[in-house]
């Protein structure tokens, strides 16, 4: 029998939690609020517990006095209709201490006073005698003054003390003065683990507040089964004074009612055919309920989710539509010539006619399969058979080829499969289709053929394919292949390919085994260049075997592997190591389990031999089996040894289960007697005598683990089981992997059993049961009310704001109904679900409250005062004004705002700005202020250049608008071809004078670290075609500027140059070269000004302060700027003469530039010269443009026209 060892939680399974019961007013909320919270018995402040507690006065009124300084008066003067309602509602401060409506400080005594009834029903018959004794006995025990007040129907107490006797004496009484209830009521099995929590610690908070004893059996109640909601019921007992128990049920029930509010139902699709079929979208299921169907599992399943009873409506309906769907779908089969199988494509006729097509899949068979309803399979079928009607399909038997050599022609197939060899001809005649043999079929082919597809009014096509496909065949002889079989594929085919990839580009090769199990055969095949005569059959066969002499190193390592032959007739080998039998699988494990290698080729090197190799170890072990196997062989050999009595049961197994997974393992016949009364039993194995020596070790060693396999149980509610698990189960098998145990997690009970080794076992629990906690501490719930009208403000835009709420707090959200239901339209109000935990779910629901607060402060106002004239200034150019309003309004924290401004053409004449009413007034206050300071500014006028009019507006108009933001000032630059040339701005006096003078210090004035006279004839080469410029910049942190030269120093750099029309080769020439002198061209200036900006970058930060410490100083850094440019200026002096390079194939320009424009580089560096390599959109494109010395220039060519050959 197994061991059981139960879980913590087991013990909680019979609970029993007794606690003094009491009784509470029903016209008072404060006994069950009181009842709600847990009470503090290691002496907690009083402000932590939720029972009302006030400054309440003495009876009698002669020893403390009411917030107004009037006696209050006791007993008889006390209404009828009051309650303890009326006291409930004076507020406390937070140190429990009761704040009076008429003072404005509250008072300062340590005591606190609590005020609670009783009915007289639920007290016990006692004498006064009995009574004053008891409450004696309690103002002595706990240091307290207690009063009372009795009326018909109850009796009201008055208790004060210090905070921590108050609650202490009130559960005394309580608990000699009411008389105990019982209750009962049912609940579903499912939600015990939930009720009674993790170690007990939910039903023990709840007993524990409510003071009442709690029974949860573990049986639960026969008769009670609920097929739909899968689940038994069970009985809870409640015993404790009548309120503490309504509370308890009631807080129970809303256990029971968050665990039971949800539902998920899987159906199995049993039968797989429906599976393509299934839409169920078109299921009239309830809105709520989520249906998924899952193709990837076996069988295919159907998972609904959702409300319960939608659920099981949904799971009837579902079942429903799958009969009806099973009714329509039928199966058919066609027979299709093999030529013809092309023809039938699957996706198209999945397509068109939404029916299934399954191909034969075993050579020789020419049966397709038809899925789908009846009148949709007949139309596929009778459209496939019409598209033949309009095809021509021929067949082209290459294997006729070479002298009947077939297998040449199949070695041809898999080398135009690998190669894409065909793809050349394909794209020349697209409307040809060229069908290959399938590669699996390859080996059972007795003729080798291709087939040629195309419509019927491209036959022509089909005839030039099949001349090009039959050159083709001809010219690829079998004098070109060498087939290489020495080689053990299993163990060295990654080190063939490794060495044989060096050389493919030309010589090709084919690893058989790639495609054919077992098969060592190597394919070489060598190319021969078009450009070249073809090479005699020898010359072929040293190409061939300089490539088979690279594998020498290869075969000299399985060389030195261990080898053994074994003789065995072939009928044996496969009988008792064929691909159906277990024993070479057996060989191989117990090879495996040794940590060494080996592997068992039948039928090599001859038919009735078998070939061992491996590493010695796994040669010897695998040599002494099948040495074995060859000396037993038979089949009906028989061993009997003995397992221990107890471990029987576990080794058959439920019905057999585990015996007949040793009889397919091991391939034997079993009998174990299960009457036997010994300790111990006899186990007889039939069957070759290898396979049972396995078998034997096997049976021994799981006997002895299972005599110490015990199963643990851990209670886990349902909701949780998919977290534990994991996705797909990952987790849980990480769990079996890591301790050798078996995890079940039930689809009916909470009961989560793990099975295996004690060790194993114990340390699978624990694991599990601490992530089990950690999920049930962020497990926690709370409901918090949002009004309708601010849901999509706490959703935000596409679930940003809410999205943003789980992140930050790491909690769900989940809004329990929508907006539109008539619950929420009736209420005003949805209830949002947050989980996680507490102190998440407090700081998120905060967050929440806020939005909400800061939703409801919205407002809109709209200004009609304001004159259209001033729209455009209150926006700004580009609306950087209105941006910098809304800014300084705190607006960019604010996701919903809007203020609208309309056209100043526009009818409408009224500014809308809604938001937070703190956000309306600034920017009102704003716009007021732009307008009156619009009302009172002045325009200026400012000299400036028209060649500074650029730097005045900046990039994109950002240097203008960074001055009307900082200065509050309107700027008008006029176009260069105005006749206006002045600039104006406008604004406040002050604030125009701020602005020009900005204007003029840092923005028009020349600034510039150096100065470079260049001359213009010399400017192109100088700047390289603006390459110079980038070396500056990247190498020195230069910028160079050219003043109100710019736009003559861009034309000067780009390449100005006439091709002559002699350059061209003839059309036997693949490059010719033209050189010339170069004739000057006069400039309009003399002189490019060159100005360079250093303007360094610092990287300290990231490079650290060294980096800083080695940094060049500016002057150094411009004096080697300056050196280079003067270098330059001192080459284009001695420039006279121009080459231009013609290229036939104007695509190899791409290696004269070279990666990253590396190669040309290098010919401009080694030369001195300027090249301009044209570009594909160039008028003319196919010809290299060279400028410098005439010795530079002679070389850059002859360096160009090595590279384009």
Known sequence: MSEIT????????????????????????????????????????????????????????????????????????????????????????????????????????????????????????????????????????????????????????????????????????????????????????????????????????????????????????????????????????????????????????????????????????????????????????????????????????????????????????????????????????????????????????????????????????????????????????????????????????ISKAHGKNVKHAKNLILYFQKYNVLDQITEDFPQVQVVLPKVESIPALESVSITLISNNDAADAIKTVRKQIVALVNELSPEQTLTISDLDYHLFHKDIKQILVSTESDVPFIQLGDCFPGNDDILLITKINEDDFKPSDDELKVKLESVNQQLEPIRKKQSLLASNVVSLAKKEQDELLGESKVTLNLINEAVSHAGAHALIKLSTPSVNQITIRGDDHGCKIASAAVKSIVENSSTESKITFQVPTNVVSRLIGPKGANLQQIREKFDVQTFIPQDSKDENTDVTLTGLQYNLDQAKTYILAEAKK?????????????????????????????????????????????????????????????????????????????????????????IGKSGETINDIKAEYGV???????????????????????????????????????????????????????????YSDIIG??????????????????????????????????ITIFGPSDFVKKVVKQIKGVVSGLENSITEELNIPQEKFGALIGPAGSVRRELETEFKVRIHVPNKNSSDEKVTVSGSPANIESCKKKIEKEIIRDSFDLEIAVPAKYHSYVS???????????????????????????????????????????????????????TETEAKVDTIPWRLTYSPIDLSDVLGEDYKKDEESKDQVLEKASKLIED??????????????????????????????????????????VIHVPRKSDKVNNVIYVLGSEEGVKKAAELICKRLK
């Not at 606190?112 to 009915?119: A, G, N, P, R």
């Not at 407090?842 to 409250?849: I, M, Q, T």
């Not at 150019?877 to 053409?905: F, H, M, T, W, Y």
Request: no cysteine; net charge neutral.
């Open 6 to 397: 139960p879980d913590v939680a087991e013990d909680y399974s019979q609970i029993v939690v007794d606690t003094p019961p009491s009784s509470a007013d029903d016209s008072s909320k404060l006994a069950g609020q009181t009842i709600e919270q847990t009470e503090k018995s290691n002496g907690e402040e009083a402000a932590t517990a939720p029972a009302v507690k006030v400054l309440f006065p003495r009876l009698g009124g002669n020893a403390a006095a009411s917030a107004s300084g009037n006696a209050v008066s006791w007993g008889s003067t006390l209404k009828s209709g009051s309650s303890v309602n009326s006291v409930s509602s004076l507020s406390h401060g937070k140190n429990g201490r009761a704040s009076s409506p008429g003072s404005a400080k509250p008072l300062r005594s340590r005591n606190i006073q609590e005020v609670f009834s009783l009915d007289l029903d639920a007290q016990y018959q006692i004498t006064k005698t009995e009574f004053s004794s008891i409450v004696q006995s309690v103002k002595q025990k706990y240091d307290v003054s207690v009063e009372s007040t009795l009326s018909k129907t109850s009796r009201t107490f008055l208790i004060s003390g210090s905070s921590d006797k108050i609650g202490l004496a009130k559960r005394e009484l309580v608990k000699k003065l009411t008389k105990p209830v019982n209750v009962t009521f049912e609940v579903p099995s499912k939600t015990r683990s939930a009720i009674i929590g993790s170690g007990g610690k939910t039903i023990r908070a709840i007993s524990d507040a409510a003071g009442v004893k709690i029974v949860v059996p573990k049986e639960v109640d026969e008769g009670t089964y609920d097929s739909d909601l899968e689940d038994y019921s069970v009985t809870i007992s409640l015993h404790g004074d009548a309120e503490s128990v309504l509370v308890a049920k009631s807080k129970i029930l809303d256990v029971v009612k968050e665990e039971t509010k949800n539902a998920k139902i899987v159906l199995p699709v049993e039968d797989s055919k429906l599976v393509p079929f299934i839409d169920l979208e078109s299921v009239e299921i309830p809105a709520d309920v989520k249906a998924q169907l899952f193709t990837n599992n076996d069988p295919a399943e159907i998972a609904l989710n959702g409300p319960r009873d939608n659920v099981k409506l949904a799971k009837v309906k579902v079942i429903n539509y799958l009969n009806e769907l099973g009714l329509k779908i039928v199966v058919k089969k066609e027979k299709v010539p093999f030529k013809f199988h092309p023809l039938v494509k699957p996706s198209e006729l999945n397509e068109k006619f939404h029916v299934e097509v399954q191909a034969p899949s075993i050579s020789g068979d020419d049966q397709f399969v038809f899925i789908g309803s009846s009148d949709n399979v007949n139309e596929a079928i009778v459209y496939a058979k019409n598209s033949s009607k309009f095809h021509t399909v021929e067949s082209l038997e």
């Open 706 to 794: 299972w005599s110490d396999i015990i199963t643990k149980e851990l209670i886990v509610p349902m909701k949780y089981h998919r977290t534990l698990s994991g996705p797909q189960g990952t987790y849980r098998i990480r769990l079996e992997n890591k301790y050798s145990v078996f995890i079940r997690f039930p689809k009916d009970s909470e009961l989560v059993t793990i099975r295996g080794p004690s060790r194993g076992v114990k340390a699978a629990y624990d694991e599990l049961k601490a992530l089990l906690d950690f999920e049930i501490e962020n497990g926690h719930k709370e409901l918090l009310k949002v009004p309708v009208d601010y849901v999509t403000r706490v």
């Open 877 to 910: 150019r580009s609306g950087s004004q209105l941006k910098e309003i809304i800014s300084k309004a705190g607006g960019d924290e604010i996701r919903n705002k809007r203020v609208n401004i309309p056209d100043a053409s526009s009818e409408d004449k009224v």
């Open 1128 to 1169: 330059r200026i001192a080459e284009a002096k001695l420039v006279n003469t121009e080459g231009f390079v013609w290229s036939k194939d104007a695509k190899k320009f791409n290696s004269i530039v070279g990666p990253n424009g590396r190669n040309i580089r290098e010919i401009r560096n080694a030369t001195k010269t």
């Open 812 to 870: 769900e959200l989940n809004f329990l109904d929508k907006t539109d239901s008539e619950k929420a339209k009736e209420a005003g109000e949805v209830e949002l679900e947050i989980t996680g935990s507490r102190s998440s779910i407090k700081e998120a629901a905060n967050k929440v409250k806020s939005i909400i607060d800061q939703a409801s402060n919205f407002e809109t106002v709209t200004l009609e005062d304001i004159d259209s004239k001033y």
């Open 1024 to 1078: 390289n075609s603006g390459l110079i410029f980038q070396t500056l910049r990247n190498e020195f942190s230069i910028d160079v500027s050219h003043g109100n030269l710019t736009r003559t120093a861009q034309s000067l750099s780009r390449a100005n140059y006439k091709v002559p029309e002699n350059v061209a080769g003839g059309e036997n020439e693949s490059s010719n070269v033209l050189i010339q002198s170069v």
